[in-house]
Nanobody, 121 residues
Framework: VQLQASGGGVVQPGGSLRLSCAAS????????IGWFRQAPGKEREGVSC????????YYAGSVKGRFTISRDNAKNTVYLQMNSLKPEDTAVYYC???????????????WGQGTQVTVSS
C-alpha cells in the first residue's frame, strides 16, 4: 500500500499550489481520501476529504472557499487545489484514507508521506 503526496513548495501569500496524492496497492475507488496537515507545535488538522465516488466533500472552516479537492479514479489520484494561500497554511500536508465523522474527518489505516507547504513572503 502506498500513498505518495507531492506538489508542495514555497509560495508567497496569495499564491496557489496543487497537491497530488497518487495511490497504489489497494482498491482506490473503495475509499474516501483525506488531506491532513500538521504545523510545528500544532495539532494535526483534517483539511479536506472526498468520498470514494467524488460525490461528497468536506472542507475545514479554515480553508473553505480557498481549497478544492478532486479525484481521478482512473489515475488513482486525489488532488488538492490550494488558492489564496496564507502564512497560516504553512504545514506538512499528508494524504490518507479517511472517513467522514460527525464533526470533520478522521484518518484511516493508510497514510502517505508528507509534502511541505510553506507560505511566506
Amino acid at each position: 500500500v502506498q500513498l505518495q503526496a507531492s506538489g508542495g513548495g514555497v509560495v508567497q501569500p496569495g499564491g496557489s499550489l496543487r497537491l497530488s496524492c497518487a495511490a497504489s496497492g489497494f482498491t482506490f475507488d473503495d475509499y474516501a481520501i483525506g488531506w491532513f496537515r500538521q504545523a510545528p507545535g500544532k495539532e494535526r488538522e483534517g483539511v479536506s476529504c472526498i468520498s470514494s465516488g467524488g460525490g461528497s466533500r468536506y472542507y475545514a472552516g479554515s480553508v473553505k472557499g480557498r481549497f478544492t479537492i478532486s479525484r481521478d479514479n482512473a489515475k488513482n489520484t486525489v488532488y488538492l487545489q490550494m488558492n489564496s494561500l496564507k502564512p497560516e497554511d504553512t504545514a506538512v500536508y499528508y494524504c490518507a484514507t479517511a472517513a467522514f465523522v460527525r464533526v470533520g474527518i478522521e484518518p484511516g489505516d493508510y497514510w502517505g508521506q508528507g509534502t511541505q507547504v510553506t507560505v511566506s513572503s
